[in-house]
């Protein structure tokens, strides 16, 4: 457990043009445990980040009806970035403040090419709704399309292949993880729809699976940072970031400080900063213990 400095943090008493003051935190893999909680080392970090007057922002592919069963209402965040940037929420007035969605055309061309290509996949109802959706299974067994299903019990029904739906803003194609199927199925979609953004992300339940996401073109985690930076007024170049996996990466490329986990793919270690420690270890209060003592670059 690592503890907090009894002085106020050395990185946000530095000249006012170069201090942090928006911290963007990925939650599953990065702030929260494996067992889904935080740890009391982070909540305590959370808190001392509040008390210097800094926007704390979990940054997640979860949708806010997924957020809301995994963080209690008195967590010390400020704002949510959720559905990998499709939404933005005041987390302390629960209030909606963006949302991004597709043109009914463009849904309709994604489930034309899906359903040509039988794929396993699911159409996301529209935020604030966006925990409701269409499915289409596709051939061959899938354990986690399945056990997706069933953890989604009563928020599901079957996709209609003569009529697409006419609101949606996130689509998920679940694979095998192995990158050329991704890149294969990515490079068509870009080829054969318009104004869409691919991410990919392992599956938090089983990393023998990736998840292929696709939103609106304007859709990110950086993109959703960036906005609220905007709203709130912060510098882009007083922006941290910390995460762990791949859709992560447009984070990372949007904030002026990148940071990854001791347990974090090992392509985004050797591309950014990082620290050691897990998520099951604190492992973001050990990027900001790093940053606050100024040792913030890797001697590895």
Not at 134 to 152: K, P, S, T, V
Not at 242 to 259: E, H, Q, T
């Amino acid at each position: 457990m690592f503890l907090l400095f009894s002085t106020p943090f050395q990185l946000f008493q530095m000249n006012p043009k170069n201090a942090i003051k928006l911290v963007g935190i990925d939650l599953d893999g990065t702030l929260l445990r494996s067992d889904k909680t935080i740890s009391e080392s982070d909540l305590k970090t959370l808190e001392r980040l509040g008390e210097e007057q800094v926007f704390r922002v979990a940054a997640t592919g979860r949708s806010l009806f997924k957020v809301k069963e995994v963080l209690p209402v008195e967590t010390p965040i400020d704002y949510v970035v959720f559905s990998s940037g499709s939404g933005i929420c005041d987390w302390k007035s629960d209030l909606l403040l963006q949302s991004e969605h597709f043109e009914p055309e463009t849904i309709a061309e994604l489930c034309r090419h899906l359903l040509a290509g039988n794929y396993n996949f699911i159409v996301f109802r529209r935020i604030p709704n966006n925990n409701k959706f269409f499915y289409h299974q596709g051939a061959g067994a899938c354990d986690e399309f399945e056990n997706y299903l069933i953890r989604h019990h009563g928020d599901h029904q079957l996709l209609d292949e003569t009529k697409f739906p006419n609101d949606s803003g996130h689509f998920l194609v679940i694979l095998p993880n192995e990158s050329i199927l991704f890149d294969a199925l990515r490079n068509e979609i870009y080829t054969a729809c318009n104004k869409v953004k691919v991410i990919r992300s392992t599956s938090p339940v089983n990393d023998q699976y990736l998840w292929l996401e696709i939103f609106p073109d304007t859709v990110s985690k950086g993109h959703g940072l960036k906005w609220l930076c905007n709203y709130l007024n912060v510098d882009y170049s007083q922006t941290l970031g910390i995460g762990n996996d791949y859709n992560d990466l447009d984070m990372f490329d949007f904030v002026a400080r990148p940071y990854v986990l001791g347990n974090g793919i090992e392509m985004l270690q050797q591309q950014y900063d990082f620290v050691n420690e897990t998520n099951d270890e604190s492992g973001v209060t050990a990027v900001i213990n790093k940053m606050s003592t100024g040792n913030s670059h890797n001697s590895e």
